[in-house]
């Protein structure tokens, strides 16, 4: 029941109501937070270091970004075709450089997220330079428009209370060697971790 207490993190709009600069970090938290859960999925349940989650992030924003405005689509269709375009990207790359072994994997990945960096910050017709997009329309949740941060907060806090109880409801990996492994000590130590924060842990049998 403790991990439910996430969904606490939606009292901190009402706190932080009379500071709006506060809020607008708050929303940024959020959002920086679910691109680093990412990583949890890729590194942790994939087994793959990648330092272009960043990259991916800039890609769908200004998809979603150019769709509404350039395009006039709405800002929830806009943000789903911008997921879209963000996964083909990101096969595209992936077909790239996945091959690549050792080092030579998380390098590129740095130097990706590098190229698309300066090729956004240099496109200033199409992205606005390192200034950004403006005039973006809100969302809006059952009729009721997310134009001011106190209501983002909801939605970005919202997600990132989701998203932490939901991954790790997938499962943790653990590395140990053979011998641990086969004295039986982690059936009885998963046993108690899984009762404790319903958490389940794959076991991985590396070596002695």
Not at 109 to 128: D, F, H, K, P, S
Not at 192 to 200: Q, S
Request: net charge positive; proline share 4%.
């Amino acid at each position: 029941m403790r991990r439910y207490l996430w969904f606490a993190l939606l009292f901190l709009p009402f706190l932080l109501a009379p500071f709006p600069f506060y809020l607008t970090l708050l929303n940024f938290f959020a959002i920086a937070a679910l691109v680093a859960l990412s990583l949890y999925v890729l590194t942790g349940l994939g087994g793959m270091t990648s330092f272009a989650q960043a990259a991916f992030m800039g890609v769908a924003a200004y998809a979603t970004a150019l769709l509404t405005t350039r395009a006039g689509v709405s800002p929830w269709a806009g943000l789903a075709l911008g997921l879209g375009l963000t996964l083909a990207f990101a096969l595209v790359l992936g077909l790239l450089t996945v091959r690549l072994k050792g080092h030579f994997l998380p390098l590129s990945t740095i130097a990706w997220q590098v190229a698309l960096y300066i090729l956004a910050g240099n496109l200033v017709g199409l992205t606005g330079g390192h200034t950004g997009l403006t005039d973006l329309p809100a969302l809006a949740l059952f009729g009721l428009p997310l134009d001011s941060p106190f209501r983002y907060a909801f939605l970005s806090l919202f997600l990132l209370a989701l998203l932490v109880l939901l991954g790790p409801a997938l499962a943790l990996r653990l590395a140990t060697t053979t011998s641990v492994y086969d004295s039986g000590l982690l059936d009885r130590l998963l046993e108690a971790f899984l009762r404790e924060t319903g958490i389940r842990v794959q076991v991985l049998a590396v070596g002695t």
